[in-house]
């Protein structure tokens, strides 16, 4: 059982910064490829970022490549989302996902483990 915390949301204007934390507890991180997803208010559940377990790989919705890092460190059992260049559109709910496969996905039935999520608002 691997749990997940996300923190670091919040209100930010346009053409701000932020950076999400995911912190895992329970087996062993590095066993287990990570992604983010948002979710706005009626809106289904959108894939941001994953990355690999060894952080070698990574992979990125195109609205977001420039602009948005993942990244994590397997001995803080943590994954980042630096999110740069914030736009009114990228304001959602933003979720941390675990899953124990090898290859990098988008789609969010594959990811075993969720985190509650971290609300994130960008003003304009």
């Known amino acids: 059982q691997v749990q997940l915390v996300e923190s670091g949301g919040g209100l930010v204007q346009t053409g701000g910064s932020l950076r999400l934390s995911c912190v895992a507890s329970g087996p062993i991180f590095s066993n287990y490829a990570m992604g983010w997803f948002r979710q706005a208010p009626g809106k289904e559940r959108e894939f941001v970022a994953a990355?690999?377990?060894?952080?070698?790989?990574?992979y990125y919705v195109d609205s977001v490549k420039g602009r948005f890092t993942i990244s994590r460190d397997n001995a803080k059992k943590t994954v980042y989302l630096q999110m740069n260049s914030l736009k009114p559109e990228d304001t959602a709910v933003y979720y941390c996902?675990?899953?124990?496969?090898?290859?990098?996905?988008?789609?969010?039935?594959?990811?075993?483990?969720w985190g509650q999520g971290t609300q994130v608002t960008v003003s304009s």
């Open positions: 990355i690999s377990r060894s952080g070698g790989n990574t």
């Open positions: 996902a675990a899953r124990s496969g090898v290859a990098l996905t988008a789609t969010p039935i594959m990811y075993t483990y």
